[in-house]
């Protein structure tokens, strides 16, 4: 099992992470303070990735960073900013930092972060789980979609289209091509059935449905994702 240390003294914030990491299928260890971190990474030597809090009630998560890239190369540190510290970012990549998530960050960037890292870190290319096209996150593991970092409820069908069109970002995809792969190419149904589902979707996921932006028209043909 993929192992993750959570280095963050907020319990609350730990907590939720983990929660989420475990759901994502990671083991996670976790420390309240930043010498914590450092004894569990000795006694945990197969931890892949660390995320890094940095405002910590003993040494910052800055200092904490340098000490674990002192003694391994290898290891993925993705670091936990704050809004308001943009010099974190910089300072935390300065210090060893592979990655950074800004607060408050959504469960599934941050696991997207980490699937990232551990695939660089591990050097297994595997098929994403999860795609980012902002302001949507699609996890494929999950069978969700979250705008914003809110989850959108989805009817099993409007999944599938969605998926579909994340998966091939720019592509005029025809009514046709929409209704073989959703429903299945045994499907008698009437094409009618695709942008009656499409319309729904906007609904769903477009800030102005009157002029939609993320699920675009290609008049005559059928739909594409993005404009
Ligand atoms: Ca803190």
Redesign the pocket.
């Known amino acids: 099992m993929k192992k993750v240390l959570i280095l963050?003294?907020?319990v609350s914030i730990r907590s939720f992470v983990v929660i989420n990491l475990k759901r994502a299928g990671y083991e996670t260890i976790e420390a309240g303070c930043g010498m914590e971190a450092l004894e569990k990474l000795q006694e945990h030597p197969d931890i892949g990735v660390a995320i890094l809090?940095?405002?910590?009630p003993d040494i910052d998560g800055f200092e904490v960073c340098r000490n674990i890239r002192a003694s391994n190369k290898s290891i993925g540190i993705i670091m936990l900013t704050a809004r308001t510290q943009e010099m974190d970012k910089v300072t935390g990549l300065m210090t060893g930092a592979d990655d950074y998530v800004t607060k408050p960050f959504s469960p599934a960037e941050l696991t997207a972060r980490i699937d990232a890292l551990y695939r660089r870190v591990g050097g297994v290319e595997s098929d994403p789980e999860i795609i980012v096209h902002e302001p949507f996150t699609l996890n494929i593991r999950n069978r969700t979609l979250e705008k914003d970092g809110r989850r959108i409820k989805l009817t099993q069908v409007e999944y599938a289209i969605i998926q579909l069109f994340m998966q091939n970002p720019g592509r005029a995809l025809s009514r046709e091509d929409i209704l073989t792969t959703v429903w299945g190419r045994d499907y008698n149904g009437e094409l009618k059935i695709v942008d009656v589902n499409i319309r729904r979707l906007r609904i769903k996921i477009e800030d102005n449905t009157a002029n939609p932006t993320y699920i675009t028209t290609v008049w005559g043909f059928g739909y594409k994702w993005g404009i």
Request: hydrophobic share 45%; net charge negative; proline share 0%.
């Open positions: 963050e003294d907020e809090d940095i405002m910590l």
